[in-house]
């Protein structure tokens, strides 16, 4: 069986490799023919395969300034396995670059986790501007809460008034995903807390957020 997930971690820091308990890989200048050698490289469970991400990954916008069509080269390289995969998601770095636009024009919908907080808020609003106003393709946006504490007012503020209606372009999911000690565990068991605690109120929420975002 095929598996039905791809996950390419593209940020130079690796959190998401070192989460999953994947060592890093230099894979910045991966060519199409190559990405199912790859994929197949670093199979981490059932239906799972994994692109680990690596320190170099902080050249990656110099080295897409230099091809061809430079704001598709991620695109080209997820059509060579649009037809092996369900779903493909992409870690990228929390910035806007030539990365970013090209995650643009590759993606279907852009996952956007919100601390409630107002600068996140309004780092999120010059995120969704520039989506708004980016050339080609332009995929859905929907935020969601994470590292809430609604025990704290501003929280519990921000996540009511912008949970309720949204943005004028982007939508925020209802499911919030709690601050809890089990959820930074991650890095310390290197496994998704699904994994490690498959009854946590943290795994519940997780996988309420994708039951809402797949829909």
């Keep these: 069986m095929l598996p039905v997930l791809a996950a390419a971690d593209m940020t130079s820091d690796t959190l998401s490799t070192m989460r999953s308990g994947t060592t890093t890989s230099t894979l910045s200048r991966i060519t199409p023919a190559e990405v199912h050698t790859t994929l197949g490289r670093y199979l981490q469970a059932d239906g799972l395969d994994l692109v680990p991400g690596d320190f170099s990954y902080r050249n990656m916008d110099l ?26 998601m992409l870690d ?14 590759a993606t279907d919908v852009l996952l956007v986790p919100l601390v409630p907080a107002t600068l996140s ?6 995120l969704t501007r520039f989506v708004a106003d980016a050339p080609g393709n332009r995929p859905d946006v929907i935020a969601f809460f994470s590292m809430a504490d609604r025990r704290k007012k501003l929280h519990r503020a921000l996540i009511e008034s ?4 949204g943005t004028k372009r982007a939508r925020v999911a209802g499911t ?17 807390v ?3 605690a498959p009854r946590s ?3 519940a929420a997780y996988a309420a957020l994708w039951a809402e ?3």
Excluded at 176 to 192: D, G, W
């Design 121 to 126: 808020v309004r780092t999120f609003d010059q």
């Design 92 to 105: 990228c770095p929390p910035s806007v670059s030539l990365v970013s636009e090209n995650v643009l024009w």
């Design 201 to 203: 109120a943290a795994a």
């Design 213 to 215: 975002v797949s829909r």
């Design 176 to 192: 919030v995903i709690p601050a809890l000690s089990v959820v930074e565990q991650m890095a310390e068991h290197r496994a998704p």
């Design 162 to 165: 912008l949970g309720a209606s």
């Design 63 to 88: 080295e897409l300034d230099g091809t061809k069509r430079r704001t598709r080269r991620l695109g080209q390289l997820l059509n060579s396995v649009r037809a092996d995969y369900d779903v493909v």
């Design 194 to 196: 699904a994994e490690y």
